[in-house]
């Protein structure tokens, strides 16, 4: 496995590949739910490309940047045994956003709710970092993570405005036993906090059980969910939404495709998880 540091060198690596490549971008700390998107990219492509970079500009200046969780060797290690043939790596701001720096990619229907409306320079940061991977990896598949599921659909619609050759595979969310989707921001909670997490999940599954029993009402889930959260007090919802999965735009009714989506502190810890629900899944 080879691992590039800089523009230049990436692309000397890159061009020795075989075709077709696929890419998964990650910040790096990896667990088992990055390590699913590497397989998936490894099961319909010749040759796979992992990054590594913490993206400074998807922080805001009261994020957790400077503590967000590393360590290259570890990731490094994982990636190699998961047969990544190349992975890029550069040092945070080393080439990417040189002096001077002022184009920037921006969405703004898709970025304005959930996320957007809580971290407003989030989507920004994430849309230009994507961009400027795209023009230096160049692959032929992109996977990224059912978790991020506002992150998927942004990227989808950047692939599609801006014209790039690339298929665009979401994978799968990948939960722990007791069904805490997989994060590396997990690592920052306390054995408390840790316990008392899968209540997300809980509610999440609690949705998707009333609409399978025939609820349609938004409002009835929502207020059902907020109550079993509260059954944990050391939950703080940030969020609780169902809109339409395509467009994000809330729901009166789950008359359509759906994201059930949510967003919570846990102390310090702010935690994010969703699920899809379609109208027909009803229970029989």
């Avoid at 993206?55 to 994020?63: C, H, K, L, V």
């Avoid at 080439?95 to 921006?106: F, K, M, N, Q």
Wanted: proline share 6%.
């Amino acid at each position: 496995m080879d691992v590039a540091k800089s523009i230049a060198e990436f692309r000397a690596l890159r061009a020795e590949l075989a075709g077709p490549v696929g890419f998964v971008p990650t910040m790096g700390y990896l667990h088992e739910g990055h390590l699913s998107l590497v397989r998936i990219a490894r099961e319909r492509c010749a040759s796979v490309v992992a990054s590594i970079f913490v993206n400074p500009t998807q922080f805001a200046p009261t994020e957790d940047l400077a503590d967000y969780p590393r360590d290259l060797d570890r990731d490094l290690e994982l990636l190699e045994r998961e047969g990544v043939d190349l992975v890029f790596a550069p040092d945070e701001g080393v080439g990417l956003y040189a002096e001077g720096h002022d184009t920037w990619v921006e969405l703004p229907n898709l970025t304005s709710r959930l996320e957007g409306a809580s971290r407003p320079t989030h989507f920004r940061g994430v849309a230009t970092i994507v961009a400027k991977l795209f023009n230096i990896v160049n692959p032929d598949v992109a996977v990224f993570g059912q978790k991020d599921a506002q992150q998927a659909l942004v990227i989808r619609r950047l692939i599609a405005d801006l014209d790039f050759d690339i298929e665009m595979v979401v994978g799968p969310t990948v939960r722990e036993p007791d069904g805490l989707a997989m994060s590396s921001r997990n690592a920052y909670l306390s054995p408390e906090e840790r316990a008392a997490a899968p209540v997300l999940f809980r509610s999440l599954e609690h949705a998707k059980a009333l609409a399978r029993g025939g609820e349609r009402r938004a409002d009835r889930i929502l207020a059902d969910m907020k109550a079993l959260i509260a059954t944990a007090p050391l939950v703080k919802i940030q969020y609780v939404s169902i809109a339409d999965a395509h467009t994000l735009e809330e729901l009166d009714e789950i008359d359509r495709p759906a994201l059930v989506s949510l967003a919570a502190h846990l102390g310090t810890t702010r935690l994010i998880d969703n699920v899809l629900l379609e109208p027909n899944q009803e229970s029989t």
